[in-house]
């Protein structure tokens, strides 16, 4: 049995050692630049400052605001080895740009020059961190349940020692102490902590460095804010989505529009999300009350609008403006439940769980005849729309108020389950069911089914690529090279964080919407190139 200081030690060369395990683990599958997660990062439990980057730590990820810039970089997520603790305190490196974490079970680091993380184990966690101002180079002082230890720079393991005094310290700033620094901030602190909703929040961390009067604060639900000491200005530097899952995505001229799918209690509404993932900016409008809306199941950019279809039936969106409108039509209750969106002439196809409906340029809803089979999924070729239902496939040719089911479908069993995706590869149609896929033959209309090589789990999405389509499922994502027969794989939880919802292509990257927030990969190294 071991006990004693070397346990401690032991423990904490083993627990550094598991730790950088993933991020070692995604260093060699993926470069800097090939991956990214954005997801919801409103909560902050420690902010660090140095002259250059503000470090604002979240339950899912690591923030750094480039304060020259004034842009945040892609996030740190666990994709990337960012550790699954809370993180209770931060603070900048003072030797270089990197930062430490005292976190519920010891302390980490991050240098994010080399992406690299480095952890120790510390009993009971560290609640403290500091350097001595006199000698900065030679390690960090952390606060454990047992009281303060030192760390030698480039150890993995504390050694005792004691932090020089309060004045010769470098230490965490509190939210208490930042505010006594800015008197005019702290009086209108309950303005400062209202959101755009008119929801109240708090302060829970706060940083600053002593170049600037700039102070950080991080918060309970608006992300950091950033505060002049001096003057009482302020401004929130919110990043990323409402709520942690992602229904659907849209490309847009230079990123991705991206409607969140919320759970009770979760914020939901539509977020722009740029191409290199420094611009994160929720569609919404100031003073306006919740969200009229849970869950973005699939998403339309045309123009100016957003349509989005959701369990409250179609919104159109100004992209804009923010403003937001449901669209009515008549039917049953059922029509509420829309699963399916399509670009169609002058207009929108709708499927609902009753049927078809178009929205024309007017915003004018209409239902198309007496079809009431629920629609699970709609895709367009040329003039003629292809409708999956819960009962199989079918075509609406144009003037007909009823999808026909051709003969080369009514020959295919496998094409009469539902069909929960649709998409087109140039001139040829792809079709999933929630355990099989099928292919057009655009020269002939015959259809073949396969069933994926690679295991994707139960099939959600489709999304059409040269080549082929990439197929999104509850445990990955594969891109399908139909003329081959190949599967590319990428699965959950080393490549994606979640089950897939949604996948878009917009070269040269892909998007995917899953229920851990968005991905966006490099195109060519998501397909091994």
């Known amino acids: ?16 050692l598991c730790a950088a395990r993933p991020s070692t683990v995604a260093a060699q599958r993926w470069g800097p630049s090939d991956r990214v997660l954005v997801t919801e990062f409103s909560f902050v439990t420690a902010v660090a400052a140095s002259p250059y980057f503000v470090y604002a730590a979240t339950p899912r990820g690591l923030l750094v605001y480039d304060r020259g810039a004034r842009l945040w970089r892609p996030p740190v997520t666990w994709l990337d080895g960012f550790p699954r603790t809370r993180m209770w305190v931060a603070l900048a490196d003072a030797v270089n740009e990197a930062v430490w974490f005292g976190t519920a079970d010891g302390w980490a680091r991050y240098d994010p020059q080399l992406r690299v993380w480095e952890r120790g184990f ?23 349940g047992a009281g303060w230890a030192f760390l030698p720079r480039g150890a993995l393991a504390t050694v005792p020692g004691t932090p020089p005094p309060a004045s010769q310290r470098v230490e965490s700033l509190d939210p208490r102490t ?45 992300g950091v804010v950033r505060v002049d000491g001096m003057t009482g200005e302020w401004e929130t530097l919110a990043y990323g989505l409402p709520a942690p899952a992602a229904g659907a995505i849209a490309p847009g001229a230079g990123g991705v529009w991206v409607a969140a799918l919320a759970r009770p209690g979760e914020r939901a509404g539509v977020t722009w999300v740029s191409a ?15 969200s009229p809306f849970q869950e973005g199941r699939r998403l339309l950019a045309r123009d100016r609008a957003l349509w989005l279809a959701t369990e409250r039936g179609v919104m159109r969106i100004d992209s804009r403006t923010a403003e ?29 769980g009753a049927g078809l409906a178009f929205i024309g340029a007017d915003g004018a809803a209409a239902r198309i005849g007496t079809f009431a089979e629920p629609v699970l999924s709609l895709v367009t070729a040329r003039d003629t729309l292809w409708v999956g239902t ?77 080549g ?62």
């Open 1 to 16: 049995m071991i006990a004693g200081p070397r346990a401690a030690t032991v423990v904490g060369l083993a627990a550094a």
């Open 122 to 144: 510390v009993a009971g966690g560290v609640s403290a961190l500091a350097f001595d101002a006199r000698d900065l180079a030679s390690g960090i002082f952390v606060r454990g």
């Open 178 to 222: 930042a505010l006594e620094r800015a008197p005019m901030a702290d009086a209108i602190r309950a303005l400062i902590l209202t959101d755009a909703h008119l929801r109240s929040h708090q302060f829970t961390s706060a940083a600053a460095t002593l170049d600037r009067s700039d102070i950080f604060f991080g918060t309970t639900g608006m």
């Open 276 to 290: 290199d993932a420094t611009l994160v900016r929720p569609l919404e409008r100031a003073g306006a009350v919740a």
């Open 324 to 352: 937001t409108r449901p669209v009515r039509w008549g039917g049953a209750a059922s029509d509420e439940d829309v699963r399916a969106l399509a670009p169609g002439p002058d207009g929108v196809w709708v499927g609902t």
């Open 390 to 466: 819960v009962a199989g496939l079918g075509v609406l040719v144009p003037g007909s108020e009823f999808p026909v089911v051709p003969p080369e479908i009514a020959a295919t069993s496998a094409l009469r389950d539902p069909i929960v995706a649709l998409a087109r590869s140039a001139d040829t149609l792809v079709a999933a069911t929630p355990d099989q896929l099928a292919w057009r033959n655009p020269a002939g209309g015959a259809w073949t089914v396969v069933r994926p090589l690679a295991d994707v789990g139960r099939l959600t999405a489709l999304a059409g690529d040269a």
């Open 468 to 529: 082929g389509a990439w197929v999104g499922g509850t445990l990955g994502l594969a891109f399908w090279d139909i003329g081959r027969g190949t599967f590319q794989a990428l699965r959950v939880p080393l490549d994606l964080p979640a089950a897939v919802r949604d996948v878009a292509v917009a070269p040269p990257w892909l998007w995917v919407a899953t229920d851990s927030g968005v991905v966006r990969f490099d195109r060519r190294a998501a397909l091994g190139r």
